[in-house]
């Protein structure tokens, strides 16, 4: 009877020890699943801080002078890229499109008007412009882009070959790929109309 006595409360001692380690290990998992939350969060809160940190530590890159602007530019000049522009610069294809830069030249210094005339509503085959329009501006052709919002498509839709326009821009480029020269649109003005003056970007001009 004893020895019964004594085996039933070692079965009981054995099951509670293992409800003890069950319950300890159910003990673990929890506080392991709030305290992994709070090392992730300081984790993130602590690196977040740390680019902060750097960020504002990092210096602000000086503009160069004209002296370095010029250095800067021969040494790209004597690059592969370089000399391809220089060669491009130099053959009848480049200058036919300096010449129509310098045609609108003062109009961009000065962002003044300038009257086009809508010649097609495509760029040339293989352009990576985005969304653009070909207008002659006093008899030369010219690429001209614009970065519009989603609200102002319609009304840029809305041009029609042998529209007459006002642009202003602030700003003409070239490049080798393309045979004109590329005017960013800022303003597009129709009929007495303004369809299109360009929205700075948050944070930019």
């Known amino acids: 009877m004893k020895n019964k006595k ?7 001692l054995s099951a509670d020890r293992s409800m003890l380690i069950k319950s300890t290990k159910n003990m673990k998992k929890v506080i392991y699943a709030l305290i992994l939350p709070l090392v992730v969060v300081s984790g993130l809160v602590f690196a977040n801080r740390e680019i902060k940190n750097e960020t504002s530590k990092r210096p602000t890159p000086k503009p160069l ?3 370095e602007r010029e250095a800067e530019r021969k040494k790209w000049e004597a690059t592969p890229e370089g000399v391809k522009f220089k060669k491009w610069e130099a053959s009848p294809a ?3 499109v300096y010449a129509g830069v310098a045609k609108i030249r003062k ?3 000065d962002f003044t008007n300038m009257e086009a005339v809508i010649t097609s509503l495509s ?5 990576r412009l985005g969304f653009g329009v070909m207008a002659s501006i006093n008899g030369v052709d010219y690429i001209v882009r614009f970065e519009p919002e989603k609200s102002q498509l319609e009304q ?3 041009l029609k070959v042998n529209d007459k326009i006002i642009i202003r821009s602030h700003y003409v480029s070239c490049a080798p790929k ?4 590329i005017v960013s649109g800022e303003y597009v003005e129709r009929d007495n109309k303004v369809i299109f003056k360009r929205v700075p970007r948050k944070g930019g001009c």
Do not use: E, M
């Open 6 to 12: 004594n085996a039933l409360n070692g079965s009981d």
């Open 65 to 67: 002078s004209a002296t």
């Open 94 to 96: 480049g200058k036919k």
């Open 107 to 109: 109009h961009i210094s």
């Open 123 to 127: 760029l040339p085959p293989g352009s």
């Open 156 to 158: 840029l839709h809305s």
């Open 178 to 181: 393309y045979a004109y020269p």
